[in-house]
């Protein structure tokens, strides 16, 4: 009888007390499996709502029915947090039964990631964006299916982004770039990767409205000139750029972004008509930089490296210089003696 009492107070009391402690450091696929083990412990961790704020169903099949059958659930009322990423069999009949099913669920929603779901259309973008005014983070990377007409969904049903990424949203142009300036002017990161229908005009919008932007991802957009990225100097809090694949920009328009004073980190890859005038203008106005990469500029020499040590040798702990033939000195211990805080020596392989 006393065994059986002990167990009785360790299952009612001391197991969720535990679980208290514990469930915090979890992952959600986990507390899951937890609910199933007892009923004290169901009730212990159902009754922690900053446990379910977050809906991880990434990589998952048969997600859509899955997440229709989460927000159903008392506990996922309140949730904040949706992630689908690369949940492919989702589609946009899944998003207009949550709609109709789960629209108050919904309504306190900060973040969506739809990264990879590429059965959604513009109709699944403006059935879930009509149940989330609240929402401040939209990812949609690699959806070649979204559309100008999906952005001005986004735009009219959520007021709030601040964080978007269209990385891959091939069929976007600079139609969704107005859209964005005209509606997101306190955005504060942007991810335009690969977006190749963009032009200087559409980037320039988004420049001179979103004076806010703390982070812009121009990956592998060949297309925009100086023009453009001369514009990229008025981002006063900018820390993060990706320029890698910027053909077009020289010496004179890399200058212009020395203006960025609080920029931390720049990817300059396969910038080809980079010099060193365009490097040491960086290293003497971006005394903060911690991440640069080089990779593959022939037109970089020894000179640029002794500028960036003389300005920024307390802060870079990433440089890759690897395939600048021009830089002689660019070996490991080279680059030590000039970056005594340097770690990463590689960011491409």
Known sequence: MEGEEQASIWNKETVPKVMKIVSTRLSQRDLISLLLLNPWLHRTLISYPSLWLTIDLREMNNVGDRLIAALSLPRYHHVKQIILEFARDIDDSHLQVLKNKCL???QGLESLNLNGCQKISDKGIEAITSCCPKLKVFSIYWNVRATDIGVKHLVKNCKYIVDLNLSGCKNLSDKSLQLV??????????????????????????????????????????SFTDEAYKKISVLTHLRFLDLCGAQNLSDEGLSCLAKCKKLVSLNLTWCVRVTDVGVVAIAEGCTCLEFLSLFGIVGVTDKCLEALSKFCSNTITTLDVNGCIGIKRRSRDDLLKLFPHLRCFKVHS
């Open 181 to 222: 300036a005209d509606n997101y002017q306190e955005l504060e990161s942007l991810n335009l990767t690969r977006c190749v229908k963009m032009t200087d005009s559409g980037l320039q919008q988004v420049l001179v409205k979103c004076s806010f932007l703390r982070s812009l991802n121009l990956y592998a957009l060949s």
């Open 104 to 106: 108050d669920s919904l």
